[in-house]
Structures are given as structure tokens and as C-alpha cells.
């Protein structure tokens, strides 16, 4: 049943799939309808659900994180993570006892979904609470370990390493193909029958899968197999139908790849491709254009206008240049084209960062993206140049239909953000942004709804778990003020800066929002921490960062009455240093918000803390057990992992 709820909860996954089986109904075979019955199948029943393991386990890919090596483990059928302090090696072995933890699900409005991400990998969960033993090995997987360009060639990452672009220049199946026209030229001077040659082909690309298991050489791999037993069969099936089998085999060998981007993005490309009518040099780079941009807003929350013009050039250079040139490295190593040629497309990234012509657009719903993916259906479809420029007006014509229904329904708000063990806050008020802390997750959400700018960012204090995500803010973002206490120093620059201390504690009329702290310099930085209340449709909010109990007893003899509210961000991540008695009898908030990271090893909230707000009667949330928090007026939605 919950297999079931979780198929309807992300049916737009498979509608542009299903729309395009509609259209190709009369050339699939049965065979391709028995093996969607049997992906349904597993995809309804075959969540993991073990909830523990014990046995020996194959360490299949290793990475180094700051303070620990995290390890991809497998036995037959299952795969998970483990961190671990000791190095080891791909192709060790351990003999492991230990509980299985699944991933979180989704905690912020569009978000991270680590629990989809790692279930897209074939993974059911991490490993907590473990005794292991390292019992032997496989050496001859050893030399995976090595840091080689071609080991890396067959593996989903990047060959640039670059933070905000790398992720589009991955190697794999899409530049894997030219190797691939470069076999079978050779397998056509060698007159092999077809046969040999996919089986030949077949055994190549096992070995290419085995080194990186990347899912995009695994539709290559199953291709190959496919065409292969064709041959041997002496079956005619064409193209349509062994991509759409091979696409139907890959979700029956992890029905939960339907959550990989890449992934889809594939497989966008290849079914549209099948409909292409029109061979046209300009509508093809158009289409490549407007295939990425929903995919670009998905990863990079935003279109910048030189990198798709440039993305054609880039690919073509990587598929016809930069990956033969790696072939003259091998056979001559004194050649080094292949490093002139990565070398000219980091120049063109750093060209396209420098000339920044970034437009912020909201993120696509998944309704709208399979809208967007059904235009571009039709477009692919058109017969004639004059249909294909029809389709080109209405797919632009909904992109700029959901721009404007997107900025013109931006409403009132605070959206208070699960950022594990810290702070972070939007407000939307009379159309001003207001961000309150920054350690994580408040750029996903500022992309998510197509915010470019920031009217205030207010940082309570200057602790790592509020201002983490500070500098990334002001690089990105236009940010119009910076406020910061008047009683400590920040690591952070920005031209235009509010101190707020007790000689300057303003408010801001244009966005009801007074400063009420610090009231006078305490000497520590959570006591100096700023202290404010702002009214948002007819709701006072508090915020009080990391105050402890002798600055709530000054802010009563100030204020009094007055700090009346309705909504209160708990101080201090609802530590016993803060919230007194009389602190709450006075703000006597209906709904206390308690923004902490799940199992910290501070252990917060303390009970007596969160007893104390029961006992008053206040409803509490919890980011750790109840993800974020977003409130519009009268409604309001969390967004809980369980």
C-alpha cells in the first residue's frame, strides 16, 4: 500500500512516458507490455524495508569526505552507505553486523530529497550503529582506486571541476558514443558478422559498467545485449522498440531510477529524437536549448542565457574532440591535446561566469514540467517548418505564462527551513525579502520561487550554524542590507550594513518589523544576538537567535506587554540556557518553532524545555521530527521526513 501511494504521489514521472507509449501503442510488441506490468510491479512492492543486515559486504566506490571515507557497500541484492574513519579500499570485503537507517524524505519545499536521490541509486539505506571486521578482498578491483582520467571516463561525474557548472560535463554514455562509432568503424574493416559484433560490443561495455556502474552505460549495455540475441533469434524489432524495452528493463533492474534526473533527461532527448521530423542544423540546436532549460532551473535554480548559447559548441567540442584526444594521449602520453582541449572549455565556462546573464526563474512544478515535456512532443513532431515554429510560439508562450503566474502569486509568508543544526528563515512581506539566518537551504528555496534578490538579510549573530550560507548569499543574490549586532564582528562583507545596538534599534514601517535587541552589550555572542518582531498578515512573529534567560529578563523589564506573540522562534535551539517561565508567560505565543538537527549531539530540544512550552499550552514544531515550516495567513503546511 505505501508502494502504491508513493507510485500516485509521483505519477508526473511517468506521464510523459506514458503519453509517448500512447502514440507509439501500434509498434510495441507484448513483450513490452508484459515487462511494464512487472516494473509497476516491483515499483509498488519493492521499497526496502529491512531494517537490518549482517553478512559480508563488498565496498564497491569510496569518497573522501572532511572527516571520514563514505563507502558504497552491496551483498547480492542490496546496496547501502557507511561512513567510516578507516581507509579502505574498492574491493575490500567486511564482515559487518549493523542497523539499517533510510535516508530522510523530502524536509524542504523543493529541497533535497536524499531519500529519492539515494533509492535513484539502487541504495535502501546508510549503516548506523555497526560493528565490522575487514575479512579479505577482491584485488583485482583494487586498481579502481586509482585517480585516472580513465577510470573517471566511465563513471556519472565531472570532468571539470567546477562548483556551479561541472555537473552538466559528466562523461558516460553521452560522450561514451563516440568511442562506440569508433569500435564499430573498426569492427566494419574487420568484416565481423553482426552477431560477433555485439557480443564483442557487449563484453566491452560489462567491463565499462563494472568500473563505474553509471546507469547511462547501462542502457548502452543492454542495447548491445538486446540487439545481440535479435541477431541470434534472427527477430526484426526496430529502434523505437529497443529503446523502449531497454528503457522498461532499466526501472525492472531499479524501478526507483525514475527519480534520476540524468536519467530522464536521456531519455527525453532519445524518445523525442524518435518523433523528430524536421532535420534542420538551427531547429536541432534549438531544441538541445530548450530540452536543458527546466533541467538547468532544476539543478542551478536559474538560466544563465550565455551558457545555453554556448552549450552546443561546448558538447560538440567534448563529444568530437575532447574525447578522441584522449585516445592520442593514450597511445602518445607526449601529445597532450586532450589536456589544451579541457583547458579551452574552462576558459569558455569562466567567460560564461564573467559576462553573468543569469535569469532567476522559478523552478518548474512537476505539472508544468510535464507540460513542457508534452510541447515538446509536438514540437518534435511538427511536419512542416511552419508547424514547428507554431509549437516554438506556444511552448515559449507557457514558459512565459508560468514566469507570470509564478511572480504574481508570491503571497505573504514566512517559511521557516529544516537546515539541520541551525537557523534560516524567509519572509515575504508587501513583496520585500526578508531572509533571518542563512546556515542552509536558504538559496534552493530563494531559486525554487524565482527570487533574485534579498531587501534584508538579517544574521542574529555571527555562530556558523546562523550564517553558513552568508557569503554565498551576497555572491548570488542582490542583497540591499546586511544587519548585523552592533555588539560582535562578522566574518562577512557587504557595502550597505545596519548594526543594530542599543542606541539603534529602528523599525521598519515599510514591512512592520521593529528591533527590540540587544538592548546593551552582554559580552557573548549569543546574548548579543538580534532580537526583533515583525507582523505578517495579522500574525506577530518573534525572533530571538541564541538570547539566554538574563537578556529575556531585560527585554520584560523594556518591553513588557509588548512582546506579545503570536508565532516565536524558540532561542537557542530550545536549550535550558533560555526560555524562562516568565519569558513565556509574556510573549504567550499560540505555535513555537524549535529549528534543530536531528540526534545533534547537543541534545536539543531539552525535554524540560519542550515541557515547559507544553505546559503553557503551545503547539510545538520541530524541523528535526517535523521538516519545515511554511505559513500563508491561516494556512499552513510542514514538510515532515516520515
Known amino acids: 500500500m505505501i508502494g502504491f501511494i508513493l507510485c500516485m504521489h509521483f505519477w508526473y ?22 515487462v511494464i506490468g512487472i516494473y509497476l510491479l516491483l515499483f509498488i512492492t519493492g521499497l526496502p524495508n529491512a531494517s537490518h543486515v549482517s553478512g559480508k559486504l563488498l565496498i564497491t566506490y569510496k569518497e573522501q569526505k572532511d572527516e571520514y571515507y563514505q563507502y558504497e557497500v552491496r551483498d547480492l541484492f542490496h546496496q547501502y552507505t557507511i561512513n567510516l574513519n578507516e581507509n579502505l579500499l574498492i574491493g575490500d570485503i567486511i564482515n559487518i553486523d549493523a542497523k539499517i537507517e533510510k535516508y530522510r524524505k523530502l524536509t524542504n519545499f523543493r529541497g533535497f530529497d536524499s531519500y529519492s536521490y539515494y533509492l535513484s541509486k539502487g541504495i535502501d539505506g546508510r549503516l548506523v550503529n555497526f560493528q565490522y571486521e575487514k575479512k579479505n578482498s577482491l584485488s583485482f578491483l583494487h586498481w579502481l582506486n586509482q585517480d585516472n582520467v580513465w577510470i573517471d571516463f566511465f563513471k556519472d561525474i565531472p570532468f571539470i571541476d567546477d562548483e556551479i557548472y561541472g555537473y552538466l560535463f559528466s562523461f558516460s554514455s553521452l560522450h561514451l558514443s563516440v568511442i562506440l562509432i569508433g569500435v564499430q568503424k573498426t569492427f566494419y574493416y574487420l568484416d565481423l558478422k553482426d552477431s560477433k559484433k555485439d557480443l564483442i560490443l557487449t563484453c566491452l561495455l560489462s567491463i565499462c559498467y563494472l568500473i563505474g556502474q553509471s546507469v547511462l552505460i547501462l542502457r548502452l549495455l543492454l542495447t548491445s545485449l538486446i540487439r545481440f540475441m535479435l541477431h541470434k533469434l534472427e527477430w526484426d524489432i526496430d529502434r523505437m522498440n529497443v529503446e523502449i524495452t531497454v528503457f522498461i528493463l ?116 512537476n505539472e508544468w514540467m510535464v507540460l513542457y515535456i508534452l510541447i515538446m512532443i509536438l514540437l518534435y513532431a511538427s511536419k512542416s517548418l511552419r508547424t514547428y515554429f507554431v509549437n516554438l510560439m506556444l511552448s515559449l508562450g507557457i514558459l512565459i505564462c508560468f514566469i507570470v503566474i509564478q511572480y504574481t502569486t508570491i503571497n505573504d509568508s514566512v517559511y521557516f527551513i529544516d537546515v539541520g543544526q541551525g537557523d534560516g528563515a524567509v519572509i515575504i512581506k508587501n513583496n520585500y525579502v526578508i531572509v533571518v539566518d542563512a546556515f542552509d537551504g536558504v538559496s534552493d528555496y530563494l531559486y525554487y520561487m524565482g527570487i533574485d534578490r534579498i531587501d534584508y538579510l538579517i544574521l542574529t549573530h555571527h555562530d556558523l550554524d546562523h550564517i553558513k550560507e552568508a557569503d554565498s548569499l551576497i555572491e548570488t543574490f542582490k542583497v540591499d542590507v546586511l544587519v548585523l549586532s552592533g555588539y560582535q564582528d562578522y566574518p562577512v562583507n557587504h557595502p ?99 529549528s ?38 491561516e494556512q499552513s503546511k510542514k514538510f515532515s521526513p516520515y
Open 496 to 594: 550597505n550594513i545596519l548594526r543594530i545596538n542599543q542606541m539603534n534599534l529602528p523599525t521598519i514601517e515599510s514591512i512592520e518589523l521593529k528591533f527590540l535587541g540587544p538592548v546593551k552589550n552582554y559580552n557573548n555572542a549569543n546574548a548579543n544576538s538580534i532580537v526583533f518582531q515583525i507582523n505578517v498578515q495579522q500574525e506577530i512573529y518573534l525572533f530571538t537567535g541564541d538570547i539566554d534567560k538574563s537578556v529575556e529578563l531585560d527585554l520584560i523589564n523594556i518591553y513588557g506587554h509588548k512582546l506579545k506573540s503570536d508565532i516565536i522562534k524558540v532561542p537557542h535551539h530550545g536549550s535550558n540556557t533560555s526560555s524562562g517561565e516568565l519569558f513565556l508567560s509574556y510573549v504567550n505565543p499560540r505555535l513555537a518553532i524549535i
Open 596 to 633: 534543530v538537527g536531528i540526534k545533534n549531539r547537543y541534545n536539543q530540544p531539552h525535554p524540560e524545555i519542550v515541557e515547559l512550552y507544553q505546559s503553557f499550552g503551545i503547539q510545538i514544531h520541530l524541523t528535526s521530527l517535523d521538516g519545515a515550516f511554511y505559513i500563508e495567513g
Open 250 to 365: 532499466i526501472l525492472c533492474i531499479n524501478p526507483y531510477v525514475i527519480y534520476n534526473h540524468t536519467f530522464l533527461l536521456l531519455y527525453i532527448i532519445i524518445f523525442l529524437n524518435l518523433f523528430k521530423s524536421i532535420q534542420s542544423f538551427i531547429t536541432n540546436q534549438l531544441m538541445f536549448i530548450l530540452i536543458f532549460i527546466p533541467f538547468l532551473l532544476l539543478w542551478n535554480g536559474k538560466i544563465d542565457v550565455l551558457l545555453l548559447l554556448f552549450m552546443p559548441i561546448i558538447y560538440g567540442m567534448l563529444k568530437y574532440t575532447f574525447v578522441p584526444s584522449l585516445f592520442i594521449y593514450f597511445l602518445f602520453p607526449m601529445i597532450k591535446l586532450s589536456t589544451y582541449m579541457q583547458e579551452s572549455i574552462v576558459r569558455i565556462l569562466e567567460f560564461v561566469k564573467t559576462y553573468d546573464l543569469s535569469i532567476f526563474i522559478p523552478r518548474f512544478t
Open 13 to 34: 514521472y511517468l506521464i510523459p512516458y506514458l503519453i509517448i507509449m500512447y502514440f507509439v501503442r501500434r509498434k510495441l510488441k507484448w513483450i513490452d507490455f508484459v
